[in-house]
């Protein structure tokens, strides 16, 4: 009898859904895991939802949804880092999603205040040191402009789009004068002119070329857990601080999706993004790249666990990020961060 009464139960719900949901919808996501296709596979065992993947680089994807106008079939538009997002906000590309279940979910500093998009997963921008030659560690991203630091810190480009984000939220606090003053103290203390990616920076730690870098915690937690290399083998040697623990917190920033301005299947888009942050999700969402969930609870994988606990800037709102683009790109030109 079971099997026929499973049978039944999946039928009517698959029945109860089939009014409501087109059974399709268009996700444009500049994130690839492998890992995520058994979360989509997931929803559209839950939902009858199927979901069409569109992958790309944001800017790329920005441009085919503005290319397409009104006939774009992007129904979510997924992205990493608030700055990405915002672009796609700033381009009108996005509208306002309605959901309980979201509004319940994600902390209202994660979200867009009108809510045109919401955080899916958190990372956090901190500071990394070798533990053998640093004796005192900056304790704040203000710090690492102090001149007891010359010569010492690694960072990447100011085209990084995380450094952008991390700036403007140094300009929200801080005010555009200081920020300027800052960026010019984290140049002078440069160990080296800006390259490669955050991996690259912790990997100066471990070579000796840097004694402090500015890293995403995930390039981290990567490193401890597989091997990644010119990191893992020294990783013990690299110690961190969560920054500005006894101020606003340490810097976070967001994978981060909202729906389509044209979404054709605007129903199965909130489907997919309530989905996306419900507990059965989270942990796996948030594992497949070392990062924090969203939704309060959920624990993150071992060795993300294993970083410990630490304060995150829960009163930058993130969405203020995308306020203060121009006048950080400004400032990094005007101080020559490459
Ligand atoms: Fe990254």
Redesign the pocket.
């Known amino acids: 009898m079971t099997p026929i009464k499973t049978l039944l139960g999946a039928t009517a719900l698959m029945a109860l859904a089939a009014p409501a949901f087109a059974q399709e919808v268009n996700l444009y996501s500049s994130r690839h895991y492998d890992s995520d296709d058994a979360l989509y596979t997931a929803f559209t065992e839950a939902t009858g939802i199927k979901v069409n993947r569109i992958e790309a680089e944001a800017n790329e994807l920005i441009q085919r949804m503005k290319a397409e106008g009104a006939n774009s079939p992007a129904d979510v538009f997924m992205t990493?880092d608030v700055g990405n997002i915002g672009r796609a906000e700033a381009e009108g590309l996005l509208q306002p999603f309605a959901s309980d279940i979201i509004e319940a979910n994600v902390p209202a500093h994660l979200r867009h205040p009108d809510n045109l998009w919401t955080g899916l997963s958190q990372?956090a921008r901190i500071i990394f040191y070798a533990r053998d030659r640093v004796e005192n560690p900056p304790q704040t991203y203000e710090a690492l402009a102090d001149p007891a630091y010359r010569g010492q810190i690694c960072i990447r480009s100011s085209s990084n789009v995380?450094n952008q984000s991390l700036m403007a939220s140094i300009i929200e606090n801080n005010g555009e004068a200081a920020a300027r003053d800052w960026a010019e103290g984290v140049v002078a203390n440069m160990a080296r002119p800006p390259q490669g990616?955050?991996t690259d920076q912790l990997r100066g730690l471990v070579s000796g070329e840097c004694d402090i870098a500015v890293a995403?915690t995930?390039?981290f937690a990567r490193g401890l857990a597989s091997e990644v290399s010119g990191l893992s083998s020294g990783i013990d040697g690299i110690g961190w601080v969560w920054p500005n623990q006894d101020g606003r917190g340490a810097h976070v920033n967001l994978v981060a999706a909202g729906i389509a301005a044209r979404a054709p299947n605007k129903a199965e888009a909130t489907a997919l993004l309530e989905f996306l942050v419900g507990e059965a999700a989270q942990k796996q969402f948030a594992e497949a790249?070392n990062e924090y969930p969203v939704l309060a609870g959920v624990a993150p994988d071992a060795h993300v666990t294993a970083m410990g606990d630490f304060k995150p800037d829960t009163e930058t709102p993130t969405a203020s990020f995308r306020d203060h683009v121009v006048a950080a790109q400004t400032i990094f030109n005007a101080v020559g961060w490459d």
């Open positions: 990493v990372r995380y990616g955050d995403n995930y390039y790249n």
